[in-house]
């Protein structure tokens, strides 16, 4: 019984952090993939006040959070055209401790800005549609998927 018990121990003490990590990065994958692309283009109704204040009231639901983020990047491009950037990561963003990439190419993309000029109570973005490229961080070196936009180039 005691060997039994003593593997039981040794598993948990050196496997679950690895699933803990794994499960971790699935979750940012997802929230990348369900926060961060928007292909093809949703279309609010006009209720919404345009499309970012629609979006940002949909992530910050997700996010169950109370504040309004400054910005945020929504890419209009299908999941295969962007995770192929990360198939190579060669670069390590120390300041976030993930892979980084520059796409190659420009991507359609809608950039929602937090209008200074709201009240204080409310959350209006505006929102600029454009082609650029972007820095992602990717889950790892090789193989990786995104998990993050650092910003544009």
């Known amino acids: 019984m005691a060997p039994a018990v ?25 929230n990348f993939r369900i926060l961060h692309v928007d292909y093809p283009r949703v279309r609010y109704p006009k209720g919404f006040h345009g499309y970012c204040n629609g979006l940002m009231a949909y992530v910050r ?7 309004c983020p400054k910005i945020h990047y929504v890419v209009h491009a299908p999941w295969k055209a962007i995770h192929k950037f990360c198939k190579y990561s060669e670069s390590f963003c120390e300041n976030y401790n993930e ?11 809608t950039v929602c800005t937090l209008d ?38």
């Open 6 to 30: 003593a593997w039981l121990l040794f598993l948990q003490l050196v496997l679950e952090p690895t699933l803990v990590m794994d499960m971790k990065l699935q979750l940012a994958i997802k």
């Open 99 to 109: 892979y980084c990439t520059l796409t190659q190419g420009s991507l359609p993309l």
């Open 61 to 67: 639901g997700r996010m169950q959070d109370w504040y």
């Open 116 to 153: 200074p000029n709201q009240p204080p109570t409310s959350c209006r973005y505006k929102t600029t549609l454009t082609n650029q490229r972007l820095y992602l961080l990717c889950s790892r070196k090789y193989d990786a998927e995104p998990v993050g936009i650092i910003g544009l180039y």
